[in-house]
């Protein structure tokens, strides 16, 4: 490793010696820290991603490399991310997108959440969380790349669901949010990790000392909310992920079927066989076959749920937003045109002093510029079941980040043409 002190832009970088996919041996530089120039003032744009298993981080990964090419890159001051978004942020605010393509581009399902035997399943899930040590290996530990992301210029921010045991309380949101900025680099790490834990396969972690972590899209699969309620945020520019209809094949109650027909002699699994047999009957009929998909229906339901209205909720913001200017300026146009000459200059700057004085409980001084990018994988989707033996073709991971790089250009054509009437 060396530090080399770069003049123009003034900043420490890292190289190092990166082993690529033909065995030779290449330079990387990678950000350190700013120097004493602080241009936060100047970065005023927020970018929200969305959960979306490993279709959506391709997809936000190809995103963030066209942005990350284009000038409008150094506007942005904040990256919010759930799951995938949390991930593909860590990598975004960090500089590091380059090992981050090189990463997934090598990833098999079975180093993300790897099936666990049948025997383990009431006791630790359906699968264990192989990602953790698969990125510790190849990329770096999980709270390295946390310290590189609080030394960073963009603020990093990670929604978790808490499932902490505890009493009911209308207050708590069951959401836990842990940014570059404040959080303890070890808890910022467990944070994106505990976010990016998909609950229909694996159990929650620990994140500090009080809280209990699990897939961060439950409570908020697309964290927009929260750029909305950063006063700082000038700009929003979202990518959310749009899920095609998942369809179960069955396979895997079939696999267990033809594994267990050899043991039917033997009571007790001549019984399970007959449980198996019904669950597929009711996948058939378009039923959960069990309780593990009715989970994971459940999981896509909320996640679909709590994106809309998360939308919904901005976009009525900025609706209000804009009416009520329009109010004010209705209300005071009819002032200057009713009162009394002598009465008229007093009445406005009452009329001014009261909308002025108004609070609502959004942020009311102007409409944010938001622009939402939607995407999904269509015919180059990766199978998300991570069931055993599961491959991912590489061609189809290469689809979906120009997928994602297509989208990001779009955005960027638009916001062109959209440039003089800014």
């Known amino acids: 490793m060396v530090v080399v002190p770069l003049v ?3 900043r420490l970088v890292r190289l190092d010696l990166v082993l690529g996919e033909d065995g030779r041996a290449g330079k990387e530089f990678l950000p350190l820290h700013d120097s004493t120039i602080d241009a936060m003032g100047e970065r ?15 997809l936000e990964l190809g995103f963030l490399r066209r942005l990350r090419e284009d000038i409008l890159w150094d506007s942005v001051g904040w990256i919010y991310g759930t799951s995938a978004g949390a991930l593909t942020g860590v990598m975004a605010a960090a500089d590091r997108l380059d090992a981050l393509e090189r990463f997934v581009l090598q990833l098999a399902p079975d180093e993300t959440f790897r099936p666990n035997r049948l025997w383990q399943l009431p006791l630790t899930g359906l699968h264990d969380y192989a990602l953790p040590d698969t990125i510790a290996e190849r990329l770096a530990p999980v709270d390295r790349l946390a310290r590189d992301v609080v030394a960073a210029r963009i603020e ?23 940014s570059s900025r404040t959080a303890d680099p ?3 790490a467990r944070a994106i990790l505990a976010s990016a834990a998909i609950s229909a396969l694996v159990l929650p972690l620990r994140v500090g000392d009080d809280v209990i972590g699990t897939d961060g899209g439950w409570v908020r699969n697309f964290p927009l909310g929260h750029a909305y309620d950063n006063p700082a945020v000038g700009e929003i520019v979202g990518f959310q992920y749009v899920p095609q209809p998942v369809r179960v094949s069955g396979e895997n ?26 669950a597929e009957e009711r996948q058939q009929r378009g039923e959960p076959g069990h309780l593990a998909e009715m ?8 996640i679909a749920r709590n994106t809309t209205l998360e939308v919904r909720s901005a976009e009525a913001k900025d609706a209000s937003v ?21 009465r008229r200059g007093r009445a406005v700057n009452e009329v001014e002093e009261r909308f002025s004085a108004a609070r609502f409980p959004f942020r009311h001084d102007r409409a944010l510029p938001l622009q939402i990018v939607r995407g999904s994988a269509g015919e180059h989707a990766l ?22 790089r297509a989208l990001a250009e779009e955005l960027l054509g638009r916001r062109s043409a959209q440039e003089p009437h800014r």
């Open 156 to 178: 990093l921010v990670v929604c978790v669901t808490d499932v902490s045991d505890g009493e009911i309380d209308e207050h708590r949101a069951y959401e836990r949010l842990y």
């Open 383 to 404: 199978d998300p079941s991570f069931r055993a033996g599961l491959e991912w073709p590489l061609e189809n991971k290469r689809a979906l980040i120009e997928r994602g």
């Open 8 to 10: 123009a832009p003034q």
């Open 295 to 302: 989970i994971a229906r459940l999981m896509r339901v909320t």
């Open 44 to 58: 005023s744009l927020a970018i929200v991603l969305s959960g979306g298993g490993m279709n959506g981080l391709l």
């Open 253 to 278: 109650l079939a696999r267990l079927r033809r594994r267990l027909e050899p043991f039917r002699a033997v009571p007790p699994i001549r019984a399970l066989l007959d449980e198996v047999r019904a």
């Open 322 to 342: 804009r009416e009520l200017e329009a109010l004010r300026a209705d209300v005071l146009a009819s002032v200057r045109r009713n009162a009394k000459p002598w």
């Open 186 to 188: 070890d808890e910022l």
